[in-house]
Nanobody
Framework: QVQVVESGGGLVQPGGSLRLSCAASGSIFSINSMAWYRQVPGKEREMVATIGSGGNANYANYADSVKGRFTISRDNAENTANLQMNSLKPEDTAVYYC??????????????WGQGTQVTVSS
């Protein structure tokens, strides 16, 4: 089994910053990718940022709405990922979920989700 735990959400004023953290633990051979999604009531869950790995480099992709404001990073040795969110806007308010694609010791690929952390941007 794999556990995914997020932390770092909260209330922040517009223009402020927050840093979300995600840690995966358990029966992990390797991690294919880590990502952050967000969801507001009544809407589909949407991808915010993803980070994969290849060779010695990590590769990141972002939703257009957060490019230039959010930065995803990853520590491959610790199985953790962070999302640095700057210049936050009210429309960034959502529950943020960490998504982890894990390669098991049997070399199968599984997807796990964290429980979510609330981010509220409001004055």
């Amino acid at each position: 089994q794999v556990q995914v735990v997020e932390s770092g959400g909260g209330l922040v004023q517009p223009g402020g910053s927050l840093r979300l953290s995600c840690a995966a633990s358990g029966s992990i051979f390797s991690i294919n990718s880590m990502a952050w999604y967000r969801q507001v009531p009544g809407k589909e869950r949407e991808m915010v940022a993803t980070i994969g790995s290849g060779g010695n480099a990590n590769y990141a992709n972002y939703a257009d709405s957060v490019k230039g404001r959010f930065t995803i990073s990853r520590d491959n040795a610790e199985n953790t990922a962070n999302l640095q969110m700057n210049s936050l806007k009210p429309e960034d308010t959502a529950v943020y979920y960490c998504n982890v694609r894990v390669v098991s010791y049997g070399l199968s690929l599984y997807t796990y989700w964290g429980q979510g952390t609330q981010v509220t941007v409001s004055s």
